[in-house]
């Protein structure tokens, strides 16, 4: 019998097919964004030292967390908006002539918005696992679920500068209290001296899910075959250098290792 591959599999050779309850996918995209000039809000001892040090790199990047917002599009029904807020962990260190490197750590916070389909849904769904009443929450639509999966970003470049125009505090968003008790100290976001700059590459996938009964057979992972955006970016050189690296398929839907010896 010769060996067999992780190929789809033709109907015939499907043992049987099961009722599942699951999360269905209405709609899904790939995205590789270049994020540019991300100011650094870094820690009260970070900044201290960033002030008084000749120049400055970033070495790492995490991604700490993802708040997701959905919200119906009025003029287009079936189709929602995605607000996504990241919030990363920067780390790298200060130099200041031959003295040893200080470590730097601060938070960067970046925000786009996604448009997707997620269907519609006239049904009221309860379920025993949360039998609480919400008054407010009663008669509100019901929203597909938004899911978000991301890898670390690469850090591309880095730079410091001195304070401009440009306002020192963090604009636009309110940073969880979880996020903050990840610092060993307290953010700096009102500091007025040297600022910390990255340029971050981030590999992402977004996808709509409704809950569905379904009665299917299994063959592969599906994965998203479109961007989430047209933008092609701009020509400065970090961008360029993550524009070709290829997105990482593998690390989103790993493929299952083939077992040797078998028949």
Not at 86 to 109: C, K, M, N, Q
Not at 125 to 130: E, K, R
Not at 152 to 181: F, H, K, Y
Request: charged share 25%; with cysteine.
């Amino acid at each position: 019998m010769p060996e067999q591959t992780n190929s789809v599999r033709y109907p015939q050779e499907l043992r049987e097919a099961v009722r599942i309850h699951t999360n269905q996918i209405e709609d899904a995209c790939i995205d590789k964004d270049c994020i540019e000039d991300l100011r650094v809000y870094l820690t009260g001892p970070s900044q201290a030292a960033l002030n008084t040090a000749a120049n400055a790199r970033a070495r790492n990047a995490e991604l700490l967390h993802v708040y997701i917002d959905v919200a119906p599009i009025a003029y287009n029904r079936g189709h929602y908006t995605a607000d996504l807020t990241f919030f990363y962990r920067i780390t790298g260190e200060a130099l200041s002539g031959a003295v040893r490197p200080v470590p730097l750590d601060g938070l960067a916070v970046f925000s786009k918005r996604v448009v997707l389909y997620g269907g519609e849904i006239r049904a009221k769904v309860f379920s025993s696992s949360c039998n609480e009443l919400i008054p407010e929450q009663l008669y509100r639509e019901n929203l597909p679920v938004c899911t978000v999966e991301v890898v670390d970003p690469m850090v591309l470049s880095s730079a410091v500068r001195e304070p401009g125009d440009c306002p020192a505090a963090l604009p636009g968003a309110e940073i969880p209290q979880a996020v903050n008790t990840m610092f060993d100290a307290p953010l700096a976001t009102e500091s007025e001296g040297k600022r910390l700059y990255v340029t971050l590459g981030q590999f992402s996938t977004v996808r709509m899910e409704r809950e569905a009964q379904l009665l299917i057979p299994a063959y592969d992972f599906a994965v998203p075959d479109r961007s989430c955006s047209d933008d092609p970016g701009t020509p400065d050189e970090p961008c360029d250098l993550f524009a070709r690296v290829d997105f990482p398929t593998e690390v989103f839907y790993p493929r299952p290792e083939r077992q040797e010896g078998k028949k």
